[in-house]
């Protein structure tokens, strides 16, 4: 359905009078383009349309650019239209002063942004509808500031719209501003694959009718088979990782099979495994595994006719609507009685509150008196590449790439964090400053009462982590005076066969001879089952050492100990 299919089987609804009161504030202006300005308005109310969402949204839709283009103000689209629209409206002219430069302008727009998020997401959805139309007539502008708008929507729009879930969404706008920010390198990857795309196509059409006659016959409820090419955008990065060479991409176009039931995908997943033999190591299953932004659905990799790579994507049709709008997709609606067409569509959106990563901005944003510092802190900790590791219990922890250790265990609670002394990742022990990668399955190791050092702050990546390690710092004497302490140190030296474990009970030995561990580091020996634990203590007192050693020594795993002092 259009808008303008929608005002008029609603004659006399909230949306209509919102289309003609905006058409007749921006009647006769025109954009860069050329194009009617209202235009604009009615492509932004189009999209929040197409998303779902309720009638109050697609009005503020329409309404959005008034205040900005028109001596109306927000009391008098309060009067006319009710409190609801007007604060929609109001969030979206506040964060249309958004510019992605100069960190004080920067920091107060983005903060208005962290408000709106707090208070009704609907205002970023908003927003970016409005974007998505922006970017679409992004050529009408002058050079310099399609370079500005594309980086902003790169850099902000897209992974934000990624973090609500609208994959789709997301990956538009990552299109669009591709050739803007790399216009030489979106050239030559055209011309990489413009023929390519249609090869591996038509090689995936050839194998379709066999895939549907074969779930047909394990009597698989079929809803849709279709396939899905992979963006510009994200096709380049990932070239990035394989030199380059486009005949290293398998995935340029990807079966997507969409079915009814949860118990069909795993059917459908077995029926394609008989099919095809399945790649090692590339199944990746969404859906016993959700990722934090609720995207769900079952990926795996097969060796094709031709001993070619395919990449099956599996999932039912409420998955595949999340996958595709998000979180707009859990816009309730309903039709009107007795109508055909449109109806009243009412939000009863599910808690914002269950989304961590909106809660933790909303908190976060009184914590930086340093306009430079706070944007970073946004950058990476909510619009960088995300990694997703595991406690051994199977939790989920969200993370932006190239977090540590340490930062996975504040990320747990900040004393976990304050008292972390070791880790181990998927059984093997690694330093504190190991670069953790997705499915990693992180133990942390603690002592309690030990305080962080300071040495921390050169490897930890999220301000969460960095700002608890600081409060520590300031509350402890100086940090003059944590470095001085830190100089008199020892190491001990643990030969051990080693067990899960182990590592918690030589730290309760050491921790009970109230000696304080600074670090842990392990090292295999030769090919032998025998580690080297080298632990660093807060004491260089020789008697202290040596009874710590003989109490080690009763431990049956350890075989050999011993110590420096620095």
Not at 34 to 62: C, K, M
Not at 272 to 283: A, E, K, M, N, S
Not at 457 to 464: A, D, M
Not at 524 to 546: A, H, M, Y
Request: glycine content about 4%.
């Amino acid at each position: 359905m259009t808008i303008e299919e929608l005002i008029k089987t609603q004659p006399h609804s909230l949306s209509r009078r919102a289309y003609d009161f905006a058409f007749k504030v921006h009647r006769g202006q025109k954009r860069l383009s050329g194009e009617p300005y209202f235009n604009h308005v009615v492509g932004t109310a189009q999209s929040l349309l197409d998303w779902r969402l309720d009638e109050v949204s697609i009005a503020a839709g329409l309404l959005h650019d008034v205040v900005e283009d028109s001596d109306y103000t927000i009391e008098d689209l309060q009067k006319e239209f009710g409190d609801e629209v007007a604060f929609l409206v109001d969030g979206v002219t506040k964060l249309g002063r958004l510019k992605y430069r100069g960190a004080e302008r920067q920091v107060e727009s983005l903060r208005k942004m962290i408000l709106a998020l707090s208070q009704d997401l609907r205002v970023v959805l908003i927003k970016l509808a409005d974007r998505l139309y922006n970017m679409r007539t992004l050529d009408a502008l002058p050079p310099h500031k399609q370079k500005r708008i594309a980086l902003e929507t790169s850099e902000i729009y897209a992974p934000l719209a990624y973090r609500l879930g609208m994959q789709r969404l997301s990956g538009e706008l990552q299109d669009l501003a591709f050739p803007y920010l790399y216009p030489q390198e979106h050239t030559w990857l055209r011309e990489q694959v413009k023929n390519r795309y249609h090869i591996r196509e038509a090689y995936l059409r050839r194998i379709a009718p066999k895939v549907e006659e074969a779930l047909k016959e394990a009597s698989i409820d079929i809803l849709n088979i279709d396939f899905r090419a992979k963006r510009y955008s994200s096709l380049y990065k990932k070239l990035l990782r394989y030199e380059m060479d486009v005949d290293k991409i398998h995935d340029l176009i990807a079966f997507r099979i969409v079915v009814t039931s949860l118990p069909d995908c795993y059917n459908a997943l077995g029926i394609i495994h008989q099919l095809f033999p399945p790649v090692p190591g590339r199944i990746k299953d969404y859906i016993a595994l959700p990722k934090p932004n609720g995207y769900q659905s079952i990926h795996t990799t097969v060796f094709g006719p031709e001993q070619r790579a395919i990449e099956f994507q599996i999932r039912t049709q409420e998955m595949h609507d999340e996958a595709e709008n998000g979180i707009a997709a859990h816009w309730a609606y309903e039709q009107t009685k007795g109508t055909g067409a449109y109806v009243k569509r009412t939000s009863s959106f599910a808690d914002m509150n269950d989304i961590t990563w909106v809660h933790q901005l909303r908190s976060w944003q009184e914590k930086f008196a340093d306009s430079e510092e706070f944007i970073e802190s946004l950058k990476v900790d909510f619009f960088k590449d995300r990694i997703f590791c595991l406690t051994p219990q199977g939790e989920v922890v969200d993370l932006p790439l190239g977090s540590t250790p340490v930062d996975f265990a504040y990320q747990i609670h900040s004393e976990i964090g304050n008292q972390c002394v070791g880790a181990r990742v998927n059984q093997k022990f690694v330093p504190l400053d190991y670069e953790l990668s997705s499915s990693d399955v992180v133990e942390i190791a603690i002592q309690k009462n030990k305080k962080p050092s300071v040495s921390w702050l050169n490897f930890v990546k999220t301000s969460n982590a960095r700002d608890h390690i600081r409060a520590v710092l300031r509350s402890s004497r100086s940090q003059n005076g944590l470095l001085r302490q830190a100089a008199r140190e020892s190491e001990l030296r643990l030969t051990v066969y080693d067990r899960p474990g182990l590592l918690r009970d030589i730290v309760e030995t050491i921790s009970r001879s109230h000696v304080n561990v600074l670090s842990v580091t392990t090292n295999p020996i030769s090919k032998s089952r025998l580690q080297l634990f080298k632990i660093k203590c807060n004491t260089v007192n020789k008697e202290k050492l040596q009874k710590l050693l003989l109490k080690l020594k009763g431990t049956k795993e350890v075989k050999e100990t011993s110590y420096l002092l620095s």
